[in-house]
Structure formats: C-alpha cells, structure tokens
C-alpha cells in the first residue's frame, strides 16, 4: 500500500462520533499511514482498534473540566514529530472543522513550514439526525441549521446571542449542553422561543451505550439530569426533532420521552 503521508506531514483526520463504520474510507488508510497518532479522548475505542501495532499512540485528549494537556502543548508535540520526519495523524472526534480547534493546530505547522492537510470526518449531529430517524432541515419548517458549543470557561457565564439562536425556522445543535441546559432553556425561552419546542437530548452518539430522550424546552433542564456527568452530550433544539421517521425496533428501541405528547 502507498502511504499516503508524506515523512514531516500532519494529516488532521476526524473520527467521527465513534462508531468505526462511520469513519471515511480515507480516513481509515490515513490511519494506517501513519507512524504516529495523537488522538482526543472522544474518539471511540473501536476507531483506536483500527490502528495498527506498529503505530506509536499519543493520547493528547481532552474534555470539559478534564483537560489533560494545554492547546500549545498539543501543538508543540505535532510540530515535533512532524521534523522528525514521523508521518503524523492527528485523531479529531467528530469532524476536524466543527468545534476541534484545528486552525490553532494548522497555524502552528504553518508557521514552522510544516506541510498539514485535513480529511473530513462525521459530526455528531448528524450522525444523531440519522440515528433518531430526524431531519436537521425540513421544508416549511426548518430552513436553517446552527452548531454551537456550550462550553465556556470554569466561571465565566455562557455568552451567546440568544436573539439569533431562538429562530423558530431553524434547528440548533448545542454540541458539550448537558452543564448549561438550563441556561440554554432560560436564554432562548427569554427570546420567544415556545416552551414546547420539541428537544432532543443524545448521549455517546453512536456507540453501544448511546442514549436519545425527546423532550421539550422547558423541561429540558429536568431531562438532562438524567444523563450521567461526563458523557459527552449533544442537543437538537426545533420543530423539525419531532418529526421522526425512526422504525420500531431500530433507533426507536433507544429512545424515551420525557413528555408522552412528543
């Protein structure tokens, strides 16, 4: 097999949401290219059994409140490997583009001339949307899709332009919502946003342990108490939620209601 990474390449490669057969085709030689992967905790342990043994693992992963290495030093190690002549992978849950810090990792290498690509990966929210029998966009009903994070710093209120976000012609996808569900409920409630917006709440997208709950806005915060700390949790807010096509048996199977109107 021809590699595909150069010796002082970087390939930022996303992992999508977990499940192995998600990942692209590409993706997958990418990782076995490699001679080093530094990879984020939320990459699923079946994606790390993909990589070959001869392959040197670097965990260099991080989530809310468990940051196990600062941004720059992150960026210090792929530069490193990288004029070593290693064949660098660097593992991104999700999508490198959606909320993963990749211009940071990209602007480094650039700055010390290292050559770094990027191969797409599967975000969360869709792979949610297919799982839940869901639809992110609906004609007639919701014409928009906006990703936001919830995360903010230890202390610091979630600033966000709540006017925006509470459009009732769109769906909103809060990636890392379960800590601040009662402050997205508050903020777009605030902005005319109905109370009985349709929600839904996913846990471990994709894995053997995800968990899906529809809800409703105002009982969001109730609902999301119900999910264990720590598991990476991301919300679909809007009317087209409500409108699953999820068969009896699949997806359905893992899913409850909080509210037995929805």
């Known amino acids: 097999m021809v590699d595909l990474i150069a010796p002082g390449e970087v ?8 499940d192995p057969d998600l990942l692209t085709r590409k993706a997958e030689r990418l990782i076995e290219s ?25 965990p260099v992963g991080k989530r809310s409140g468990r940051h196990s290495r600062a941004q720059e ?32 990792e990209m602007a480094h290498l650039r700055a010390h001339g290292i050559s770094v690509r990027v191969c797409p990966g599967i975000t969360a929210a869709s792979a949610l949307a297919a799982n839940a029998g869901v639809s992110l966009t609906l004609r007639g009903m919701a014409r928009r899709l906006q990703f ?11 600033d966000l332009d709540w006017a925006s ?15 601040v569900a009662r402050d997205v409920a508050r903020g777009l409630m605030g902005q005319g946003m109905p109370a009985d917006t349709p929600v839904l709440i996913a846990a471990n997208v994709s894995l053997p342990d995800e ?15 119900s ?33 037995p109107a929805l």
């Open 73 to 104: 030093s992150i960026n210090d190690l792929l530069l490193a490997a990288a004029r070593n002549g290693e064949r660098v992978v660097r593992l991104k849950g999700g999508d490198p583009s959606v909320f993963a810090r990749s211009a940071e």
């Open 11 to 18: 390939w930022l490669v996303g992992a999508g949401p977990g």
């Open 227 to 259: 999910f264990a700390n720590g598991d990476p949790t991301l919300l679909l807010i809007g009317d087209a939620v409500a409108q699953s096509t999820a068969p009896v048996g699949a997806a359905s199977r893992r899913a409850c209601s909080a509210n």
């Open 148 to 158: 936001i994070t919830a995360h903010a710093r230890a202390g610091e209120p979630l």
């Open 34 to 58: 490699a001679t080093v992967i530094f990879y984020d905790a939320l990459v699923g342990p079946a994606v790390l059994d993909l990589i070959p043994d001869s392959v040197r693992r670097v």
């Open 165 to 179: 976000l509470a459009d009732p012609g769109a769906t909103l996808a809060v990636y890392m919502g379960r800590e």
């Open 211 to 225: 968990r899906l709950l529809f809800t409703r806005l105002d009982l969001l915060h109730l609902a999301v108490a």
